[in-house]
């Protein structure tokens, strides 16, 4: 089959995500030389508007990379070789951690979560507990390729009690926006974000904070490209140590002030509500959900049924109607399908998602009454 005409391309993946017309624009009017004051302001007021969606008094770094350089330089930074540090892995970004906690060679201890489940505190309690010489704890605030926003300021203070030397470093790449986050409050020492999730702006642009106990435990390390020192230098005065994608800042600037100008904490509200919503639809069309508990307000996963191709279904929505799910990642390749609701994302994006997604399900030979989960979305989102 080939596309119905005037199809376009709709993302409902997690990251990238859907840009806003404004930000695409400011990226296209926008090819000016970085070494100038209005630069300089301009770069400044991005870092000063990222500090409410971080959860901080401070202003955020700005880093030109994906948001693996965020996590790559927080690993840099804060870990000597050898150091004793503890990752949560509940899916593939989990995985990121212990992979690049293995290449830098620390003493790497791994907190298994069950993909799909969310972290047990009690169990997390005892692992602490279990690690004198613990330096560190990396995990994700929302696990991406499960649909698991694990229970982030509980897991904080557990470190934080009984393990108060240990530094806490959370990646938020997919987390922030769809949900707040404290980053002063909960005491995290290094949060890291990155422009194509939460942002809804293109991918380039990655976010990192430190808490000021994270910048008086900077490693030994040598390094070159992210060392975070050199950043904080010229960042304070509006200049980043390398070419930033200026581009990318000028589309920043204007995402970063619609959302504060909405308020950050209704940004959070907005995608739980679409999150929310979608969830409960895909339930009375007969999916299931893979995640039961603690479930992300930034992406929904759901299994793929029986009798259905998870593979035939994806490529099925990419070509036909040109709707852009991800799947399953690993073992769980097949076997769910991701509806993403993060980004610049709205309520009538997540119905023509919602349409497309039936459509396939319909084809691909999924029993269920064609038009119920749009019915039961629109049904949510009305006003009663
Ligand atoms: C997307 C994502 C990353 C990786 O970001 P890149 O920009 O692809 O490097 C890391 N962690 C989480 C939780 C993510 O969602």
Known sequence: MSKAPFTRERLFCPGPTPVSDAAKLAAVSSSV???????????????????????????????????????????VNLTNQGDQVLCIRGGKFGDRWVKMA????????????EWGQSVDLNAFKSRIKALPNLKAVFFQANETSTGVFYPVQQIVAAVKELSPES??????????????????EWRIDCMVSGSQKGFGIPP?????????????????RSRFYFDLEREKKGQEKGN?????????????????TDMNNIGINQVAEHHKRLADAVRRSLQKINLQLFAEKDQSNAVTSMRVPEGVDGLSLLKRLRN?????????????KGKIVRFSTLGFVDQFEIVA???ALEMALFEEGHKFDLGDGVKHLV???ARS
């Open 240 to 256: 980043s140590a390398w070419t930033p994608a200026t581009t990318l800042i000028a589309s920043l600037h204007v995402a970063l």
């Open 353 to 355: 998602g919602m349409a």
């Open 320 to 332: 036909d109607y040109g709707a852009i799910f991800a799947g399953g990642q690993d073992h769980l």
């Open 102 to 113: 293995n290449a830098y060679q620390c003493q790497t201890e791994v907190f298994e979560v």
């Open 33 to 75: 030389y970085h070494r100038t004051d209005s630069f300089s302001a301009l770069f400044l007021e991005c870092r000063r508007l990222l500090g409410p969606v971080f959860g901080t008094k401070g202003m955020p770094l700005i880093l030109t990379s994906s948001g693996s350089g965020a996590m790559e330089s927080a690993m």
């Open 204 to 220: 380039g642009l990655a976010f990192i904070h430190l808490s000021d106990s994270a910048w008086q435990k900077l490693s030994q």
């Open 167 to 184: 530094l806490v470093v959370v990646d938020a790449i997919s987390g922030l926006a769809a949900h707040k986050i404290e980053m002063d």
């Open 379 to 381: 049904q949510q989102l």
